[in-house]
């Protein structure tokens, strides 16, 4: 006990050391925890707005291949604004989590998916994304 | 922790310090040797608490943005044949409310979405991402396989398993000699396996399509999963 003050300081700084070995090995576990973690949770979000995207991209194509042969003023219309939806979706990266504009470009997506419907006069029978609820996510 | 166990077996040659303290009251070394044990177990578990916190949140997102870009690309395929199906559904309900097409197309777009139900759940549940192999040999080699026992266990195996899954359900689309919609590749009607498999539904739907005296470019919409 002749220096106690470089003592205290040891002990210290070798309670540093035996915490900064044990966040060390916490990190790497740590890392590998969150990736997995991580990933779940991205593939439920992804598969959700992928299956969305994927039901009015086939619903609208679909549509519009059945309407081709079609020559009133009225199917021309619904040709026109089903080439609107189709075209919205082709731009839209829905894929790219760090799109900024994810959430507001899927949700005029909707809102056109929901015209698209009306002008047909049919309800799409299908619901958004795998046991979800229609419509959110 | 190896290391732990050696440092506490041997704390007076561990540093110099370490021996002083101890060497200066000889009768109190074993109750002092058990609380600086303690106290060094403690600080260990705190920073190994502290090491997980702040690897979990140093590579969640990264995790979020790969999970979401594969389940996203994966499941669009089903999302687009359900939304080809639901349109013929309409369709023909347009045209005749009592269409005979009516039920058998309900029946394969439920079987879309218990097939998509099914691939999500595997997906969820699969291993991650094979460069975290690399952490995990790292884990190896830090003697903390006790402690590391979901990621490191399910690696090997776990992607073998993901494989076998895929093949029985996506494999076959990636083969394009046996493309689901190429004609004279259908499967009869009312032979419905315990467990469509997309490919089996594409081409049912694609069945369905011809039947109808429809164009085929109907089917050109629907990707593959995984591509």
Redesign the interface.
Known sequence: ?DQPPD?FD??V????R??????????????????????????????????????????????K??L?ECTTEKDSKKRRMLDSLLGMMQKFP?????YAQLHEDLDRIRGKFKQVCSL????????VG??RSALSF | ?S??RA?CARPGQ?????A??FD?EADETLPAQREWKK??ER?????????????????????????????????????????????????C??QDRGSPWIEPL?DL?DAV?QC??SV?QR??AA???PH?AD??D??QD?D?CP??P??EKSEEEGLGRFDTDLNTDCRQEADPSRSPLSPGHRTQRGSRPAKPSFSWIAEQTASIVEQLG??A??L???GRPGN
């Open positions: 006990m003592l040891a002990i700084m070798a309670e540093e035996y915490h900064g070995e044990g966040y060390q090995e916490g990190y790497a576990e740590g890392s590998c925890l969150g990736l997995t973690e991580g990933r779940r949770h991205g593939v439920s979000h992804g598969a959700n707005v992928g299956s969305e995207i994927g039901c009015y991209q086939g619903f609208a194509f679909t549509w291949c059945l081709s829905y894929a790219d989590p760090t047909l006069s049919v309800q799409p029978n299908f619901r795998p046991g | 922790m290391w732990l440092a561990d540093g110099s310090a370490d002083d303290v200066d106290r060094v600080r260990v578990r705190e920073g190994y608490r502290d090491g997980v916190d702040a690897g979990k949140a140093a590579v969640l997102q990264q995790g979020f943005n790969q999970g979401y870009k594969e389940g996203a690309e994966i499941i669009v395929s089903y999302g687009q044949l359900r939304g080809t199906l639901s349109a013929l559904l309409s369709w309900g347009l309900s777009l979405g998509e139900q999500l997906l969820t291993p991650p991402q975290v952490l995990l790292s884990i830090m903390l402690s590391a979901a990621c429809l164009s470019d109907i050109q919409n629907i």
